[in-house]
């Protein structure tokens, strides 16, 4: 595997993102990701980051540990976080590892109507 293994695009609606990422992501791209989540996070007005796995080939633990740390910036800045639409291989991993459960969205920020 290799940093060419995967993509992401960003839609932006409101005070809400969604980043959905697509393909293999793994230990060599996990810190890109995690990047990319956490600049949607830090931008000024979000109050919901929303990250859709639907095209997501391959969840390795860096990975999943990259959603973990989003999602614990995420509660720390009280703004909503949730993993939406994997499906196959990625989501029985993260169904196994309990992770599924625990990347479900995150109470909403008080006082925001998205």
């Known amino acids: 595997m290799n940093a060419e293994t995967w993509s992401y695009d960003v839609t932006r609606i409101g005070q809400s993102a969604t980043v959905a990422l697509s393909g ?8 890109d990701v995690l990047r990319v ?10 109050t919901t ?3 859709d796995l ?3 080939s391959f969840l390795g633990s860096a990975g999943m540990q990259a959603l973990v740390e989003a999602r614990k910036l995420a509660v720390g800045q009280d703004q909503r976080f949730a993993v939406i639409g994997a499906k196959g ?3 029985q991993v993260l169904d196994v590892t309990g992770l599924l459960a625990y990347l479900q969205e995150t109470r909403p920020p008080a006082g925001a109507d998205d």
Do not use: F, H, K, Q
């Open 24 to 31: 293999e992501i793994e230990m060599s791209v996990s810190g």
């Open 37 to 46: 989540i956490t600049a949607e996070l830090r931008r000024a007005g979000t």
């Open 49 to 51: 980051v929303r990250v």
């Open 54 to 56: 639907s095209a997501v």
């Open 89 to 91: 291989i990625p989501r």
